[in-house]
């Protein structure tokens, strides 16, 4: 009997028995995790979940994303948009210093404008990932929900947008301005540098001005269109873009008024010539780049995917 029952213990069943309830027990764990999956060329719902996580996002989602914050947007009181304006007027102001600041501490060379013009982006990192209101974002965002839908009634909220976020952007410019003048907050070199960078304006015709500000209108709006697929990389898509609008030369009528009471406050130009030559010029070409150009382009790519 003894021997009986050792012959049991020692069989090759029973001592296969733990190592076959590891190999269960080690089968379940790879299945849970997803990776006890047969080779039959298919891939596991692991694997498409992975290549969902890692793909961007199609453009019919992207245009939806953007579509609803145009929404969204509209949709807020006149006191909060103007107030969001006034602190994109603000701190769109801080393009401008950051800019001076290089210029006045760079040697005058060929490439000191390369340098420069990456505090052009300090202001607009500022505004967008701060989520003010900027004028020249809304010429998409706003512009897509009045596409999709054009009424009477979203012409009118889209109107009613663009005057409120433009005059409080232009508030907001020029408060900084009168700060910047009127303070000892600058250093005289550091206002010099700020009223060499804005003479620029004085140098080109309207039509330049015009076409300049129809690339910096388009580049815009290129920028709000990426932001939802860059994720944790939009303080890069921001400063790309908004440092080839500087290195460019191109036009951009909120952070350019800036330049503008500048040099009228300095009697460099006057208020009747900057409005002539640099407002309505610039205003224009912004307008038409964000919005005649890329949101229509946008829309057109997706109408019939919605």
Same mark, same amino acid.
């Given at each position: 009997m003894q021997q009986t029952e050792r012959d049991v213990t020692d069989s090759p069943q029973t001592a296969a028995r733990p190592t076959e309830r590891n190999s269960e027990r080690a089968r379940r764990?790879?299945?849970?995790?997803?990776?006890? !999956? @047969?080779?039959?060329?298919?891939?596991? !719902?692991? !694997? =498409?979940q992975d290549i969902e996580e890692l793909s961007s996002p199609r453009t019919p989602v992207i245009y939806e994303i953007v579509r609803r914050v145009g929404e969204e947007e509209m949709a807020r009181p006149a006191t909060s948009l103007w107030w969001s304006g006034l602190a994109a007027g603000l701190s769109i102001s801080f393009s401008l210093l950051a800019q001076s600041i290089l210029h006045a501490?760079?040697?005058?060379?060929?490439?000191?404008?390369?340098?420069t013009s990456l505090g052009y982006s300090v202001g607009f990192i500022m505004v967008v990932m701060g989520r003010q209101q900027l004028f020249? /974002?809304?010429?998409?965002?706003? =512009?897509? @929900?009045?596409?999709?839908?054009?009424?009477?009634?979203n012409l009118g909220k889209l109107g009613r947008m663009w005057a409120l976020v433009f005059f409080a952007n232009m508030a907001g410019t020029l408060i900084a301005t009168l700060f910047?003048?009127?303070?000892?907050?600058?250093a005289p070199e550091l206002r010099g540098a700020m009223l060499e960078i804005s003479g620029g304006l004085l140098h080109h015709t309207w $039509?330049? #001005?015009?076409?300049?500000?129809?690339?910096a209108g388009f580049?815009?709006?290129?920028m709000v269109w990426l932001i939802p697929a860059a994720e944790s990389a939009q303080f890069h898509v921001i400063t790309m873009v908004t440092y080839l609008i500087s290195v460019?030369? $191109? #036009?951009?009528?909120?952070?350019?008024? #800036? /330049?503008a009471f500048m040099l009228i406050l300095h009697g460099d130009a006057g208020l009747l010539s900057m409005v002539g030559q640099f407002f309505i @010029?610039?205003?224009?070409?912004?307008?038409?780049?964000?919005?005649?150009?890329?949101?229509?382009l946008a829309y057109a790519q997706v109408m019939k995917e919605i």
């Open positions: 764990a790879a299945q849970e995790a997803g990776r006890d !999956e @047969p080779n039959t060329g298919e891939i596991s !719902e692991r !694997e =498409v501490h760079l040697p005058d060379t060929t490439w000191r404008p390369l340098v020249t /974002e809304n010429t998409i965002t706003v =512009v897509l @929900p009045v596409v999709a839908d054009f009424s009477r009634e910047c003048n009127f303070t000892p907050v600058l $039509f330049e #001005m015009v076409t300049r500000a129809i690339a580049l815009i709006a290129a460019g030369g $191109f #036009m951009h009528i909120i952070a350019g008024s #800036m /330049e @010029p610039v205003l224009l070409g912004n307008i038409i780049g964000g919005t005649a150009l890329f949101a229509l």
